[in-house]
Every structure is written in C-alpha cells, then in structure tokens.
C-alpha cells in the first residue's frame, strides 16, 4: 500500500518563499510519476508540478511556471516543491499524488494522495 506524507506548508508574506516535501513509501513500480496539486476550498484541484521518476522529466502547470520548481530525491522517493514569488493566490491547500507510469496534470488520472500541506500568503 501506499503512503504520501507531505510537509513544510505554513504562512509566508507575499513575495516570500516556501518549500514542501512529500515522501512515499509502499512504491513497487519503477516508473512511477508524482505530482504536486494545490485545491481552494470548493474548487477543483490544479495541477502544479509532476515528476516522472524514470524518466526524469518535470512539468508545470502554466500558473506557476517560472516560480515554482520541482525536484527530488530519487533514492528516497521524495518530491520537494520550492515555491518563490509567493502571491496570495498561492494560498491553497498543496496536496501531492502519485500514479504508476506517465505523468499528467490532471487530478482523476491519480491513484494515490497525500493529506495536504496549508500554504497561506498574506501580509
């Protein structure tokens, strides 16, 4: 079975910056993508990064492109997010998913999910 346990959320001034962790276990394909998702209360969940472990290959969703990026620790299966410029619009509940195979942005292609990390930007 597996398990995503994220971590690192909390609240940041506009402009600042935060780091978020998620690390699985339980994982038994070797090709296996994980992904970074943030909801707002009522909305759907957007897709933000997703990392494909074999093949070593990240994507972004197009809102946070340029201010967010995504790595990993391959060994260990853990997928950090380090997010800069934070705006208010960041803030959001971050969840992280995980889903045998290739990676996608969209929420329903995934197996697995974490608890989620509260993000809040504000002054």
């Known amino acids: 079975q597996v398990h995503l346990v994220e971590s690192g959320g909390g609240s940041v001034q506009p402009g600042g910056s935060l780091r978020i962790s998620c690390a699985a276990s339980?994982?038994?394909?070797?090709?296996?993508?994980m992904a970074w998702f943030r909801q707002i209360s009522g909305n759907e969940r957007e897709g933000i990064a997703a990392?494909?472990?074999?093949?070593?290959?990240?994507e972004y969703g197009d809102s946070v492109k340029g201010r967010f990026t995504a790595s990993q620790d391959t060994a260990k299966k853990i997928l950090y997010l380090q997010m800069d410029n934070l705006t208010p619009e960041d803030s959001a509940m971050y969840f992280c998913?995980?889903?045998?195979?290739?990676?996608?942005?969209?929420?329903?292609?995934?197996?697995?999910w974490g608890q989620g990390t509260q993000v809040t930007v504000s002054s």
């Open positions: 998913a995980r889903r045998d195979w290739y990676c996608t942005l969209y929420a329903t292609s995934f197996w697995d």
């Open positions: 339980g994982v038994t394909n070797p090709h296996f993508c």
């Open positions: 990392f494909d472990f074999l093949l070593n290959k990240t």
